[in-house]
């Protein structure tokens, strides 16, 4: 995270610690995965650079949503289109600065980052695992109602939302209430 981060200031990149890092320096649990920044999508090729002059080897995966790049064995994810929608102006007003790692970092908030975690469960990865540990941990801090609102398309993140709820994580939100009123 640090290379990587000291590397994208270096050239001017403008980017966001995002994924389970972001959720660790929100307070969650630790994670030992990859790191993710997000960044948008016109600044892709010019961060995928950044960390090539920096001696990462990087590459284009088929994905076309995210640009990897290695550092030895840890990975590195610039993420530009997750499942959650385009990384926009908007992700990195609601970002903080925080002390991660002794580095002064932009951290995508803990709502986009529920939304981004929700969106991308699948039929083929409905695991509500890693994002149910998030919402135990973090739940105080989360806005639940604009994740609602975001993930509202996905009936993995319907039943999320029922799930928490139904495990007393969360209180039925007011959003749910007036649909079923």
Known sequence: MKRASAALRGADVEFMLGGGLAVWALGGPPTDHDVDFFVREEDAD????????AGFGVE???????????DGPVLVDLVFRPAGGDIADEHFERASWMEVLAQNVLVASIDDVMVTKLMALTEQEPDFQAVLAVARAL??????TFVEQRTSASPFARAFLTLVEGLGIVERSSTLAAADA
Do not use: C, T
């Open 60 to 70: 284009r995966p088929p994905e076309e949503w995210l640009y990897k790049a290695h």
């Open 139 to 144: 739940r105080e801090q989360i806005d639940w």
């Open 46 to 53: 010019s961060a995928l650079e950044a960390l090539a002059d």
